[in-house]
């Protein structure tokens, strides 16, 4: 994933884009970035690698280095940016959010155009950021290059664009992705988290549609090209990777999840499910489920582990997947009472490969619970995502639900994935059963689609769920 900050103001804004990128941090582990302009120092920029070491430590003292009336930072999962570009639009800092499955196929387009070259990054790779400015090249102007870009990607891109005066906005296409806009004296913002600006002292303004673009200064917002009607936004951002106090198109985080915990457990009393001693969420996701399906069915909650995250603050910030691993048991300290002999019901926010939750599994039976049951605040998840960096897999039988369906029919399982996507059908019992023997659950179920869809409350034609039913 990833997401980005910027501010124009008419005071230097540095600190403002400092925290605000800071905010943002929940989001990736691999390079954070900030740029600004100002009349006595031009364009500047700071890139650093947080694969090992927060943001907010790498960038300490950047106020000290970097000034400007306008700025922009971001914190990314994969390349290097923001990056300085300086094209027949002009010179100008630009940052991205999404992925581009079409890259190779764009840049041997591009290249075979005279006198058209890339940096390459290890491995000959180009970075995605810095294609998707070739592509804006491409026209005379931003708005122009904006639509060009986004018509010619097969994937998604959000586009935030900084010149010297002023802060280019593009939301991809489809509005998969949030930008929103807040305001205080003197001063805008664009952010993807809205609680990053209120923290700052801005007030919300406006949020961007699909694949609208807006010019904004210290002074006003000018669209430059009205949003277009279809939006298809990412459920995740509720179910797991948005932050909890953060709203999306009105909808709040934590209301969401709380919600969706309730209707898991208006479903487990309606099948007869399930008699256990505590509720507990598999953090930090997964903890707001958790208290809505507690809240909801009585059922006490309580907390039988707790995450050290003073030194590792995520599970996946190695590299490495044996280190991850071994950080995520790492982290996992006991309550002794809270676990022997008990009956205990975990939600988690998905379960996408299950690695993980293995050895979370194995570690509460290490400490003696008595059962185990599991319940997933998503559907079973049977697609890799190919328009954002999350859920991304090599290959789709790297998801968890689809290797089981594999194992249980092979090829013509493939023909009935919604049929095993639910629990009341044989194929569905079986898939749960499978995936419990492995897991050692006691019970397993998931979150259905339809209450996903009802605990986000909006029209579900604007809502994103190809990774669980394949719909575009």
Not at 306 to 332: C, D, G, H
Not at 362 to 390: D, T
Not at 442 to 460: M, V, Y
């Amino acid at each position: 994933m990833g997401g980005f900050f910027g501010a124009v103001s008419k005071q230097d804004c540095v600190l403002d884009t400092f925290f605000g990128v800071d905010y943002h941090s929940h989001l990736g582990t691999r390079r954070g970035g900030m740029a600004a302009y100002s009349e006595e120092n031009g364009f500047q920029r700071d890139i650093h690698n947080i694969e090992n070491s927060p943001f907010r430590t790498k960038f300490a003292g950047i106020t000290d280095e970097m000034k400007g009336k306008v700025a922009i930072g971001c914190i990314s999962d994969t390349d290097p940016q923001p990056l300085l570009i300086r094209s027949s639009t002009g010179t100008y800092a630009i940052t991205t959010i999404g992925i581009i499955n079409n890259a190779a196929e764009i840049v041997d387009k591009i290249l075979s155009q005279n006198g058209t070259q890339f940096s390459a990054m290890g491995g000959g790779k180009i970075n995605s950021t810095e294609l998707v400015a070739a592509l804006i090249s491409q026209r005379n102007n931003f708005v122009d290059g904006i639509k060009f870009a986004q018509d010619t990607i097969d994937g998604s891109a959000s586009i935030m664009i900084m010149t010297e005066d002023a802060i280019i906005a593009a939301r991809d296409k489809v509005g998969r992705l949030p930008i929103l806009v807040g305001k205080k004296e003197g001063s805008h913002c664009l952010s993807f988290e809205s609680f990053a600006y209120l923290k700052l002292g801005y007030e919300d303004e406006y949020e961007l549609g699909p694949g609208e673009i807006v010019k904004v200064t210290a002074d006003k917002i000018e669209q430059l090209s009205p949003p277009g009607k279809k939006m298809k936004i990412c459920s995740f951002l509720w179910t797991y990777y948005g932050y909890p106090t953060s709203k999306y198109e009105g909808v709040n985080v934590e209301i969401m999840r709380n919600r969706n915990g309730k209707i898991l457990a208006k479903n487990d009393r309606e099948s007869g499910k399930c008699d256990v001693d505590t509720v507990s969420g598999v953090p930090d996701s997964g903890t707001a489920h958790a208290i809505g399906y507690a809240n909801e069915s009585g059922i006490p909650f309580a907390r039988p582990f707790i995450k050290y995250t003073p030194t590792w603050p995520r599970s996946f910030m190695p590299q490495n997947q044996a280190e991850r691993n071994r950080v995520a048991k790492m982290k996992l300290i006991p309550v002794h009472e809270l676990i022997k002999d008990k009956k205990l019901l975990f939600v988690d926010d998905s379960i996408v490969r299950g690695t993980q939750l293995r050895g979370t599994v194995e570690f509460l039976y290490s400490n003696g619970a008595k059962e185990v049951h599991m319940r997933s605040a998503c559907p079973p998840i049977m697609y890799g995502c190919k328009y954002l960096n999350f859920s991304r897999s090599t290959s789709d039988m790297d998801l968890i639900a689809r290797r089981t369906i594999d194992e249980l029919e092979g090829d013509e399982g493939v023909r009935h994935l919604q049929e095993y996507a639910d629990g009341k059908t044989e194929r569905g019992k079986k898939m749960r059963k499978c995936i419990c023997d492995k897991f050692k659950f006691h019970s397993l179920e998931f979150q259905t689609l339809e209450g996903l869809i009802e605990a986000i409350g909006i029209d579900p034609e604007n809502l994103c769920t190809y990774c669980w039913n394949g719909k575009e």
